[in-house]
Structures are given as C-alpha cells and as structure tokens.
C-alpha cells in the first residue's frame, strides 16, 4: 500500500513540474512549487492536468479489489468425506459412481458399504451388536472387514442378487403349456428378470447408435418388439445391425429397470444394411413405408422416397429365448444345444412323424389365425439346417385349415403416423 501511494505522489510532483514554468504566465505560487515534500503542498490539486493523467491517477485509486473465488471441486475433497457421501447411495448409484475415475472406483470399493448394504438385502441367521456414535448389526462372520480385500462384499452382492433373480425366473418358467410345450409364464419370466431388447447401428466409421425398444407385444409362442423414433441416423452410413437382449446387472423386484444404469448385453442376431434396398426385395409396401424382411425374424421399414429407416420390428420365438438373450455377450451369441432328429426306423426316406404344430398369424395386435394342427409329417427332403417343413395352411383352399380373419397385413406405427402393409403371400 505504502509503495502504490509513493508511485501516485511522484506523478503529482511530476505534474505540477510541468504544469509551473519559472516566469510563465499562469505560474504556481512558490508555495506550491516542487520542492520538500510535505503535506500542504499537496492539499489542491492543479487545473492543468491533463484528462489523461487524470484518468492514470485515478485508475491507481479506484482499482475495485478482485474477490477470490475458490475453485471448490467434489474431487479435491478428502476421502473420508467422499465415503460418507457414498454411503448413502444405492447399489446402482454406487456401480456408477464407480465409473467416473480411479479414485471415485477405489473409494466405491469399500468394504463397509458394500457390508452395509449387503446385510440389508441378505440379513445374516447370526448376529452381534457393535456399539459406536450409533447401533448397528452386524453378522458375526462379516465382522472384520478389513480382512478382505477391497470390493470382495460388491462381488458378493452382486452374485448373491443374479443368482436370487436366476433363480425366481427360473420358477416361473417350470410351466409347460401342452398345446405349445413352450413355458406358460414366459411375459412374467421375462418381467422379473428386467430383460429387454435394443438394436445397435453401426456406421462404417465403427460409431454405435443404441436404440432402444419402443412398445412390446406378447402372444402365445412370439414376444414382438417394436422400435421407432425420430432420430435414426442415415441409412446410407448404416454397414450392420445387430439385435442384443440387455439385462440390468442389479435388477430390483419394486421398480423399473433403469437405462442409465450397468446393464449386460448378450447378441442375439446381426444383419446387414449395405445396399440394403439393391439387395433384397420388399415384401409389401403402403402409401408412406416399403417393408423389408431380414432373416432371421426382423423387418425393416423405410419411408417411400427417402430410403431412410422409419420403424424395425422384431418378432422373437420362446424357445430359449431367455437363454439367448442372456447367455451371451456383446459380441459372440449364445450357442443353442445341437437337436438332432431321429429318422423313422424301417424307412429312412419317409423323414419325421408325428408332430404337432401351434400355429399364431398375427400382425401388430391384429390376430388373423390361431390354432394347433396334430398328426404332421414330413420327407426326409424337407429338413435343413435343423428345419424342417410342415405344410398347414393353404390360401387357396380355406377347408385344409382354419379361416383367416380379415386381411393378412402387418400393422405398424411410429411417434406420428400408423398403417397397414398388405403382406404378398
């Protein structure tokens, strides 16, 4: 302070130098000439200074002093504090948490609140008291946190919460229905164990765009997905489309599964969209979309015009379709047990007898015709690739089977338009 008032005095001095000539005209009184410094010299200030000097002078006396702002960070905040913030998130909240840096991962570790949370899901047979700033149980074989190594109770959660989830789907799927001997609870199987399905787009670059499922329709052996929206990207950047099933990593029984929660990712199909449009035939059309068939199960619809993506649909068997959707990674499917027919004994040209066949034609939540056939066989010609072909339903003549009710067609719908596509049989 002493230094900036020294400065500002020294340039009155200055000031007043030029401003008094000796023998000008106008010149200061001796009084106020330069000279010894002392206090009434300076008690007027000149007229002739100059706008400029005036505002330098000023500047050193009006300077507003600059307030500090400190740079508050929740990273630079000690650890145990962190940890108290922590131990009042969930298990979901904590898993994301942990994904944020390796201190946020290390400090998500933590044996006490894992053990804390762990006891809450799971209560021990077994228990003591501990008396601290407040009463806790605790489980005598769990008391000694320490001894483990960090993250070993987040494990512990986590496998005793997929094995609980593994094991009441695995009650509800136990149900046979006769006429489908498919299970019978399969919408709740696949409702407690929070499974849902997306597609991934991939442009050539390698970007993903992760779409995820828009409305869901069950029926009696098929689960139908439906995805649209307003944001696809462009077809023409498109190369691959692969269709996963996506489970949440701690599913809860009380509420939805979160999306921007940890989720495992299992692939179910991957399909080709390279010349999409030069390389497949459209299967049926209306006034607004072209359909497209991808095998296997999915349709493709493209607004007429632009060739850009207006809807994907899906159609799911349930057989095996937990395990399909599950089982598997991002990246390689799950395998299906190898099922080998066993050919008729005194003539291997007749093929296979005896089957039944559930059938159910429906289009969006229009049902055209459901019922079970019995009795079927095939040729030994008839059966590829583990497929084999069973003739039920004939267009021409309605009396080999059940009438079809209405019109066969595929209904569908986006956020703004709906229709019908006539399906050509």
Same mark, same amino acid.
């Given at each position: 302070m002493? $230094?900036?008032?020294?400065? /500002? ?5 200055r000031?007043?130098?030029r401003?008094?000539?000796p023998?000008?005209?106008?010149a200061a009184? =001796?009084?106020l ?10 008690a007027?200030? =000149?007229?002739?200074?100059s706008? @400029?000097e005036n505002a330098?002078?000023?500047s ?7 307030? #500090?702002?400190?740079n508050v !960070?929740?990273?630079s905040?000690?650890?145990e504090m *962190?940890?108290? %913030?922590?131990s009042?998130?969930?298990?979901v909240? +904590?898993? !994301?948490?942990?994904?944020?840096n390796k201190?946020?991962?290390d *400090?998500?570790?933590d044996?006490? %609140?894992?053990?804390k949370?762990y ?8 228990m003591?008291w501990?008396?601290n700033?407040?009463?806790?149980t605790?489980s ?5 946190v320490q001894d483990?190594?960090p993250?070993y109770?987040k494990?512990?959660y %986590? ?16 149900p046979?229905?006769?006429h489908?001997?498919?299970p !019978?609870?399969?919408?709740?199987a696949?409702r407690?164990?929070?499974l849902s399905? /997306? ?7 390698g970007?993903?765009?992760v779409?995820?499922q828009a ?5 009696d @052996?098929?689960?139908?997905?439906? #995805?649209?929206s307003t944001s696809?990207? !462009?077809?023409s950047?498109l190369?691959?489309l692969?269709l ?7 599913p809860?029984?009380?509420r939805?599964?979160?999306?921007n929660?940890?989720?495992r990712r ?5 399909y080709? +969209?390279?010349?999409?449009?030069? @390389?497949n035939?459209?299967i049926g059309?209306?006034?607004?979309v072209?359909l ?7 349709l493709?619809?493209?607004w007429?015009?632009?060739n850009?993506i207006a809807?994907v649909?899906?159609s ?23 099922n ?9 040209e007749?093929?296979l ?6 059938l159910?034609?429906?289009?969006g939540s229009h ?5 079970t ?10 059966i590829?690739n583990?497929?084999?072909r069973? $003739?039920?339903?004939?267009v021409?003549d ?6 079809? %009710?209405?019109t /066969?067609?595929?209904?569908w719908?986006?956020?703004v338009?709906?229709g019908? /596509?006539?399906?050509?049989?």
């Amino acid at each position: 302070m002493a $230094m900036g008032r020294g400065r /500002v005095l020294r340039r009155y001095s200055r000031g007043w130098g030029r401003a008094a000539q000796p023998g000008a005209a106008g010149a200061a009184p =001796p009084s106020l000439a330069p000279g010894p410094r002392n206090r009434s010299s300076f008690a007027a200030r =000149p007229v002739e200074f100059s706008e @400029t000097e005036n505002a330098e002078v000023k500047s050193h006396y009006w300077t507003p002093s600059l307030k #500090w702002k400190p740079n508050v !960070c929740i990273e630079s905040m000690p650890s145990e504090m *962190l940890l108290k %913030i922590f131990s009042y998130l969930d298990a979901v909240s +904590l898993l !994301c948490a942990g994904c944020v840096n390796k201190q946020f991962y290390d *400090l998500a570790n933590d044996n006490g %609140i894992w053990l804390k949370i762990y006891c809450s899901h799971f209560p021990p047979k077994r228990m003591i008291w501990k008396m601290n700033s407040e009463t806790e149980t605790v489980s005598l074989g769990c008391a000694a946190v320490q001894d483990r190594k960090p993250g070993y109770w987040k494990k512990e959660y %986590i496998f005793r919460q997929i094995a609980a989830v593994k094991t009441r789907v695995m009650q509800l799927v136990k149900p046979v229905d006769p006429h489908t001997g498919l299970p !019978c609870k399969n919408r709740e199987a696949i409702r407690a164990s929070g499974l849902s399905w /997306v597609i991934v787009l991939k442009d050539k670059n390698g970007k993903e765009h992760v779409m995820e499922q828009a409305d869901l329709s069950f029926k009696d @052996t098929s689960v139908t997905i439906f #995805w649209y929206s307003t944001s696809w990207p !462009c077809l023409s950047v498109l190369s691959t489309l692969e269709l996963c099933g996506v489970t949440p990593l701690l599913p809860e029984q009380n509420r939805a599964a979160s999306k921007n929660g940890p989720r495992r990712r299992s692939l179910i199909a991957k399909y080709s +969209l390279s010349n999409l449009t030069k @390389t497949n035939v459209a299967i049926g059309a209306d006034k607004l979309v072209q359909l497209f068939g991808l095998n296997p199960g999915l349709l493709l619809g493209l607004w007429k015009g632009k060739n850009e993506i207006a809807f994907v649909m899906a159609s799911l068997h349930y057989h095996q379709l937990l395990e399909r959707s599950t089982l598997g990674s991002a990246t390689v499917q799950y395998v299906l047990s190898p099922n080998k027919p066993v050919l008729d004994d005194v003539d291997p040209e007749y093929g296979l007898h005896d089957y039944s066949l559930h059938l159910d034609m429906h289009g969006g939540s229009h049902t055209c015709m459901c019922g079970t056939f019995k009795s079927l066989f095939c040729r030994k010609g008839d059966i590829q690739n583990g497929y084999l072909r069973l $003739m039920v339903v004939s267009v021409k003549d309605n009396a080999k089977h059940l009438p079809i %009710i209405g019109t /066969v067609g595929l209904s569908w719908k986006t956020d703004v338009f709906k229709g019908n /596509v006539k399906v050509n049989c």
